[in-house]
């Protein structure tokens, strides 16, 4: 199974798959843990490891976090890598980049889903502009 993670710190990996399952629906391929205010990064790294405890090295991961270099992420990809498991990391993460990973993960090849994954979710970064109409002042 391919699996999607989401880690971050506080409860925003929590609150982005909450966000997913209104679209995607609840599913058992999408795992969010986070680092909570006034843990340490042990005690992030045991909770994280109990709970990808079911993931064995015949499945993948993508990892999603929110900051490249944080703590969490960190510590993600060290847990995952000492169990052996094949995985893509992506850092920066958004409700776009969550959904493009769960929608495109059985589609795509995990070498060539990151690619993939960040081409989609660049396209959906767009600024909204509101244009004034002169005959109506409805926007």
């Known amino acids: 199974m391919k699996y999607v993670i ?13 966000a997913l399952s209104m679209l995607v ?15 340490s990064v042990d005690e992030f790294a045991q909770l994280f490891t109990d709970t990808v405890s079911k993931i064995t090295t015949d499945d ?3 990892l999603l976090g929110d900051l490249i ?3 969490p ?8 890598n000492n169990k052996g498991i094949k995985m893509v990391v992506i850092g920066g993460m958004n409700l776009p980049v969550a959904l493009t990973s ?3 993960k059985d589609t795509f090849a995990l070498e060539n889903l990151a690619e993939q994954v960040l ?13 004034a109409d002169d005959d109506d002042d409805d926007i």
């Open 25 to 39: 629906g609840k599913r058992e391929d999408i795992i969010a843990v986070g680092l909570e205010d006034g843990k």
């Open 6 to 18: 989401l880690v971050s710190h506080g409860k925003f990996a929590e609150g982005l798959a909450n």
């Open 69 to 71: 270099g944080g703590s």
């Open 102 to 104: 769960v929608l495109m």
């Open 119 to 131: 081409q989609e979710a660049h396209g959906a970064l767009r600024e909204f502009k509101i244009e």
């Open 73 to 80: 992420l960190t510590n993600a990809v060290n847990v995952l």
């Open 60 to 62: 993948e991961v993508i």
